[in-house]
């Protein structure tokens, strides 16, 4: 496992991040966070200096299962407790949502649950599944966070590329009230949905878009690029990679059918970017690409860019 990732689980099939300990089922957040490791509260402490004196508007947030020090918040800091953070995801599940990770990073300082919407969607002919994100940080960096990670189902994939028009990442608001949660729910599943339909508006036009073999080597080299000061090891290893790209583009199978487009190059680009393996593996690698996921790869990014402004 990943040296930050503290605790982890998945359902059935290793997912396409390779990360956490095989489980069954997870049918509700309760459930994914007992698996998960998350069934621990947040609770704030005072600070003293050495001598003894109060630091005034400043807490420490403790987790309770072990009092580790998760970050040092000032006195506007609202805790949002797991249970309570995961909890409205609940909601989605009468519409057919599935738990399908949840973990912990950085000792607990940053937290997250994974579902499956029950949707699945075409791209062009491909089928793809959408995923939400919700994570949420004790450290004091963030509060709730949703972002949206569709799979591409034939090759697992991942298709988040940001659009002008849809937002890929969002933030979540969330109270003691249901009635807020239900609403939070209710938008949650609009944005989602706001955001597929526009993925598949731009898939169509990435399809629509012919790609030279020509632009295909000059748009390896801007997204893979060699710095006029390389020294000859990295130059080498940087043509492997951008040698491993381009296989990618016109020899991978699940690509064998489709045409020499914007839609097959970004495909290619996110099949490196979620699989290939770095030229010198690091022990939190795994963990990275799963971050970069939850996040959105900067590499998918720009090549959607390149071809669309092509």
């Known amino acids: 496992m990943a040296a930050e990732v503290e605790s982890m689980f998945y359902v059935r099939e290793t997912p396409w991040h390779g990360l956490g300990t095989r489980v069954e089922d997870a049918p509700t957040s309760e459930d994914a966070l007992r698996l998960a490791g998350l069934e621990w509260d947040v609770i704030q402490e005072k600070i003293f200096t050495a001598n003894g004196n109060i630091v005034k508007d400043y807490y420490a947030n403790i987790r309770s299962s072990?009092?580790?020090?998760?970050?040092?918040?000032?006195?506007?800091?609202?805790?949002?407790?797991?249970?309570?953070?995961?909890?409205?995801?609940?909601?989605?599940?009468?519409?057919?949502?599935?738990?399908?990770t949840a973990g912990s990073l950085k000792e607990g300082r940053k937290v997250w649950i994974l579902a499956k919407l029950p949707k699945q969607y075409r791209l062009v002919e491909d089928k793809v599944m959408p995923y939400l994100v919700f994570s949420n940080s004790h450290d004091g960096t963030g509060s709730i966070k949703v972002a949206m990670t569709p799979v591409r189902v034939v090759c697992q994939n991942t298709l988040n590329f940001a659009l002008d028009n849809a937002s890929r990442i969002w933030c979540a608001n969330h109270t003691g009230d249901i009635g807020a949660k239900m609403e939070d729910a209710r938008m949650t599943l609009f944005m989602a949905e706001n955001y597929m339909n526009e993925l598949s508006k731009a898939s169509k036009k990435l399809d629509r878009k012919k790609v030279s073999d020509a632009a295909v080597e000059e748009y390896i080299k801007l997204l893979l690029p060699i710095a006029a000061d390389?020294?000859?090891?990295?130059?080498?290893?940087?043509?492997?990679?951008?040698?491993?790209?381009?296989?990618?583009?016109?020899?991978?199978?699940?690509?064998?059918g489709v045409g020499k487009n914007g839609y097959r190059f970004v495909n290619a680009v996110s099949d490196f970017a979620t699989h290939a393996k770095p030229l010198r593996e690091t022990a939190k690698y795994k963990e990275n690409l799963f971050l970069k996921t939850m996040e959105g790869n900067p590499l998918i990014d720009r090549a959607y860019q390149l071809v669309c402004a092509a």
Do not use: C
């Not at 020090?69 to 599935?98: M, P």
């Not at 390389?230 to 064998?256: F, G, H, I, Q, S």
């Open 66 to 100: 072990d009092h580790k020090v998760l970050g040092v918040v000032s006195g506007r800091y609202q805790i949002v407790q797991n249970r309570d953070a995961f909890a409205f995801t609940d909601e989605l599940l009468g519409k057919g949502v599935q738990y399908e």
């Open 230 to 256: 390389a020294t000859e090891t990295t130059e080498r290893n940087v043509k492997k990679l951008r040698m491993d790209l381009k296989n990618r583009y016109y020899l991978a199978p699940d690509l064998a």
